[in-house]
């Protein structure tokens, strides 16, 4: 019993010294320390003479070391050894590729593919090893010759990476466009692919051919995913247009089981401001549904496209349709955003918030859960800052924060506390929940949160009557309610009241913002490029230097310089919120492909 005790605890020490030098092998491998390797590496293998991955360890660290003799040595002895693993002719024929012998090394590559005559299912392994060595036309030959000796392998997603790889990229775009329509890999992985090959210009060389491969397989084989898969290339050009064409041939053949999808490509028109298919797809939407839930939804969003669109709406006209949305969908807890919507179009349209203050109050009584409850107190509380009744809105947004503490929509709650005390003049309590918010999940809310503590704080410090910070609150609060050309106004008396104050740089932007929505852009373009040269250490110069290049780039038509302007965010602001956005436009217009 004793003898068998002391022969488990040699085993054992043996086992952790052997672990020890496999850990330290890897260890110096990795760190670049070949020789010690290399010394590691040849006892492991003499240990355990069938570890594959010892010997291929082995076998790198001394080309690595350029002692490729030694390791021919190695792998013919190798060989000579009985069921040894077919990738070590590949590692014998790249060995001699190394020591420029290519005859030599075609001849094991040529005995690693007929291997797979044998035994097929060496077929992944030999081609992945080729393809380790970006030996790609060999790989293919493996892969290719593997499938066909058993019809049950398949390898097409391996030999469409190699074909792009090897730049046969009409080869691969079939080779991936199969596999997702035989159903052997998912749509959504074989899309990413492709979108490395492609880029948003439809004349793209790529996109031309993606695009005839896709009509040519509709004409044949008349299947739904083509129109599906046209759609989204449509979508990635921004040619929505056409892909709504595509759409509405999809419908045809799925009626209402498509309709989600042309939602959701009128959400991507909405966001990139295609207004005019924007409108077609949602009134196409509102004609062919029989969901009343998705008739009245697209019915809001037209209302919403004409109000964005058209700079004078017909207000009378538009209120009429919201009120016969009201008498025809009713005032149920399902019609919420409706309610919400008219109710936002009466205050911020109309200037009317009594009405609209009255309709939400109404909307309380509906039973519905913390969610529901929380988006209608939000939205009451917007309406009572907009009516300047401003503890009546902190009431509300107050109980949304406690509601729902964990929720970003608390956190959100929270900020607008903090917005309307500063409306209010409270600046203290102002900032008391704003270091809260400089914390939140949410970047957009942070970032906002930061902007305004410091616009509280330098303010205070410079003017401990904070009568430059009232008056900005003024103005913004004028902002809000959407009266525009007086809060312009109101910034313009701090810019000369307040001339070299630290509230400057943001009554510039604030105004800048404020001249672009009335399409003055050379006025807000002359704010910009003044918080640029006078307060180019200031919290927003980075802010301006990003708005100055979306309106040069996307309003005054002068790309080139916009790209200087991202260019300048990339080097000189690299924590900034607008940093990777800043990014990808410079790229895009550097004609980068960024898919």
Not at 44 to 50: C, E, H, I, Q
Not at 427 to 435: M, S
Not at 492 to 504: D, F, M, Q, R, V
Not at 530 to 552: M, N, S
Request: aromatic share 12%; charged share 25%.
């Amino acid at each position: 019993m004793r003898f068998i005790f002391f022969v488990l605890i040699a085993f054992m020490l043996s086992a952790i010294g052997f672990s020890q030098e496999d850990f330290l092998a890897k260890q110096y491998f990795n760190d670049g320390e070949f020789e010690k390797a290399k010394v590691l590496y040849q006892k492991l293998v003499k240990k355990s003479p069938g570890r594959t991955d010892y010997a291929e360890y082995y076998i790198t660290t001394l080309q690595q070391l350029e002692d490729y003799q030694t390791a021919e040595s190695f792998l013919l002895k190798k060989l000579e050894q009985p069921r040894v693993f077919p990738t070590f002719y590949i590692e014998t024929g790249y060995n001699y590729a190394l020591m420029k012998r290519e005859e030599e090394a075609d001849l094991f590559y040529d005995r690693a593919i007929a291997s797979i005559q044998t035994n097929p299912n060496y077929g992944y392994a030999i081609g992945h090893r080729f393809q380790k060595y970006s030996l790609l036309n060999q790989a293919v030959e493996a892969y290719s010759l593997a499938m066909q000796l058993n019809p049950e392998a398949n390898f097409d997603l391996q030999l469409a990476r190699i074909y792009g790889e090897q730049g046969e990229v009409q080869k691969m775009f079939r080779a991936y466009l199969s596999l997702v329509y035989d159903g052997k890999t998912s749509r959504s992985s074989v899309q990413r692919y492709l979108e490395d090959f492609i880029t948003e210009n439809p004349e793209n060389t790529n996109n031309i051919l993606l695009r005839k491969i896709l009509l040519q397989n509709a004409q044949q084989q008349p299947d739904v995913f083509w129109n599906e898969m046209l759609s989204w290339l449509f979508i990635q050009q921004q040619q929505y247009k056409s892909a709504f064409a595509q759409e509405k041939a999809i419908f045809k053949r799925t009626d209402e089981a498509s309709l989600e999808r042309l939602k959701n490509l009128g959400q991507i028109c909405l966001e990139n401001q295609a207004w005019d298919t924007a409108e077609n797809i949602f009134s196409f939407i509102t004609d062919k549904s029989n969901d009343k839930d998705t008739q009245l939804n697209a019915a809001l969003e037209l209302i919403e496209i004409e109000l964005k669109t058209n700079p004078n709406p017909n207000l009378k006209d538009l209120d009429k349709q919201y009120q016969n949305l009201l008498a025809t969908y009713g005032q149920e807890l399902n019609t919420l955003n409706l309610q919400i919507a008219y109710a936002n179009f009466l205050t911020f349209k109309m200037s009317n918030a009594a009405p609209a203050i009255a309709l939400l109050r109404e909307s309380m009584d509906l039973p519905m859960g913390r969610f529901g409850t929380a988006y209608l107190k939000m939205a009451l509380g917007d309406i009572l800052v907009f009516d300047q009744k401003f503890n009546q809105a902190l009431i509300y947004f107050t109980q949304v924060q406690q509601s729902l503490k964990n929720d970003v929509l608390a956190q959100d709650a929270r900020f607008k506390v903090a917005q309307t005390s500063f409306y209010k003049g409270d600046f203290d309590w102002a900032l008391t929940q704003l270091k809260v918010l400089r914390s939140s999940t949410s970047q957009l809310i942070a970032n906002d949160a930061m902007q305004l503590s410091l616009l509280i704080s330098d303010n205070s410090q410079e003017d401990s009557t904070q009568t430059a910070l009232k008056k900005y609150a003024r103005a913004d609060l004028l902002a809000y309610q959407n009266k525009t050309q007086e809060a312009i106004d109101a910034l313009t008396a701090i810019l000369t009241e307040h001339k070299g104050e630290s509230i400057e740089d943001e009554a510039l932007l604030k105004q800048a913002q404020l001249l672009e929505s009335q399409n003055k852009y050379d006025d807000a373009r002359f704010n910009y490029i003044k918080i640029i040269e006078f307060y180019a250490d200031g919290i927003l110069a980075d802010d301006a230097h990003f708005r100055l290049a979306q309106l040069l780039e996307n309003k005054l038509g002068q790309p080139e310089k916009a790209k200087e302007y991202y260019e300048k965010i990339i080097f000189n602001f690299k924590d900034s919120y607008y940093f990777p956005q800043a990014r990808k436009n410079y790229r895009r217009l550097r004609g980068d492909n960024i898919n």
